[in-house]
């Protein structure tokens, strides 16, 4: 799977939040996205998955046969996307169900984040970082070649983030696609990096 | 496609079912309303069993609307909707798995228990019949309705009331030809068929309407 970003830039109502942005990523590749808080770097993720459309450029998705760019990517974002009221098991069962593509077992990918102890706890329970733990546990119980990080490790103590990054190396190797953003310094080896500046307003640009 | 419906809706009756859902709450509000009415009425029977039919209506109305606004807001709250957006299924599929679910835990108790709140109102056997046989059909058209209002409401806070503003106007033709229907069964000139089959055809005018619109008004919601 290939991804190509050309040019990309987003408004949100009349502001425009970033212009500019391009980059490319094959099999194994890794993006890391940098920039202040409010510089964009969630909205990138978000026009990633869909969920926004570009105001210019384009996002190009090819080698994914005939999937669409939603039906190939995990989003992990700042709200967990858990239920507190099921079970983590529960959480994740439905996750592989719902992604289709299964990969591993529930039970299999809680203990790779180390959490098989709070696997029958409703998710109310539990703390931010096992939140996130679990959310994180989302990524590989469905195959999804590109994963979208929206800062992975906050929340997470240190043994945690070598977990996470440990999981991410394994996913680069299996030929995963990575776009993660951070404030923290990822130690993801030959990762591509992008900083999103937030772009001033030309005086062209505030007529139209 | 299947699976993915299936674990959506499991996952929905599963979530009624525990602390904080909805489930069983629309019944308990609807046997509160159909219970308060006789007393603010008082004893007169005939009375009662002439409007009753209109009461469980009113009634089934309103319970429908509780819950309604958590329906996608919940969602919305702690990310699921994004997760629910990288569905190998449609959107509408999606829609379809919620409003079907939400309507097995409110639309469908409140017409099994028609007939047990019928004997509040004094309603005649034949009549608590029809009142199961409407509210079965006529109900999904509320849930649908409801849906593209708590499709639109999904991000505000307080949305229940704007949700509640927006959509009952457009439950009123499912009113009236479910409380003629009702009627029907209990005599008259019109026969039962006539205004019950329309209440069926507003059903399914609703489900298509409703689980588009709902579609896309979360599409476009961000």
Redesign the interface.
């Known amino acids: 799977m290939r991804l190509e970003v050309e040019d990309l830039a987003c408004n949100r109502g009349e502001r425009r939040i970033f212009s500019g942005v391009s980059f490319a990523l094959t099999a194994g590749e890794a993006l890391i996205v940098t920039g202040r808080n409010g510089a964009g770097k969630s909205t990138l993720l978000d026009l990633l998955a869909g969920r926004l459309h570009p105001a210019a450029g384009r996002v190009v998705l090819s080698e994914a046969g005939d999937r669409t760019l939603p039906e190939c990517l995990h989003y992990v974002g700042h709200r967990d996307a858990l239920k507190s009221a099921l079970t983590a098991q529960e959480n994740l069962d439905f996750a592989r169900d719902f992604l289709g593509d299964p990969a591993l077992e529930s039970q299999e990918a809680l203990e790779a984040v180390g959490l098989v102890h709070a696997a029958r706890l409703p998710v109310a329970y539990l703390s931010a970082g096992q939140r996130r733990r679990i959310a994180l546990a989302r990524l590989l119980v469905a195959h999804r070649p590109l994963w979208l990080l929206d800062e992975p490790t906050s929340a997470l103590d240190t043994a945690s983030q070598a977990t996470l990054l440990g999981l991410m190396e394994t996913h680069r190797a299996r030929g995963g696609l990575i776009v993660a953003t951070t404030h923290a310094p990822l130690a993801l080896a030959g990762a591509k990096e992008v900083r999103i500046e937030r772009s001033r307003p030309a005086p062209s640009e505030a007529v139209a | 496609m299947i699976?993915?419906f299936?674990?959506?809706l499991?996952?929905d009756l599963?979530?009624a079912a525990?602390?904080?859902?909805s489930g069983m709450m629309g019944l308990i509000f609807f046997l509160a309303i159909v219970t308060l009415i006789p007393f603010a009425l008082g004893p007169d029977l005939n009375l009662l069993s002439r409007i009753g039919p209109a009461i469980l209506w009113i009634a089934a109305l309103l319970a429908t609307l509780i819950g309604l606004d958590r329906l996608f807001q919940a969602d919305q709250?702690?990310?699921?909707l994004?997760?629910?957006?990288?569905?190998?299924i449609p959107l509408e599929v999606v829609v379809f798995a919620k409003v079907a679910a939400h309507w097995l835990v409110t639309g469908l108790p409140l017409a099994l228990a028609a007939p047990f709140l019928g004997l509040l109102v004094a309603l005649s056997p034949d009549a608590m019949l029809a009142m199961v046989a409407t509210l079965l059909v006529g109900t999904p058209a509320l849930t649908f309705i409801g849906a593209v209002g708590a499709a639109l409401t999904a991000s505000l806070r307080r949305g229940g009331l704007i949700l509640a503003i927006l959509v009952l106007p457009f439950m009123i033709p499912t009113l009236i030809f479910g409380v003629s229907a009702a009627n029907a069964a209990l005599g008259g000139t019109v026969p039962f068929a006539t205004p019950f089959l329309i209440l069926a055809a507003l059903s399914l005018f609703a489900a298509v309407v409703g689980i588009v619109g709902a579609a896309a008004a979360l599409r476009s919601g961000?």
């Open positions: 699976r993915s299936r674990a959506l499991v996952r599963k979530l525990r602390v904080g859902g709250e702690d990310g699921s994004d997760l629910l957006r990288l569905a190998p961000e």
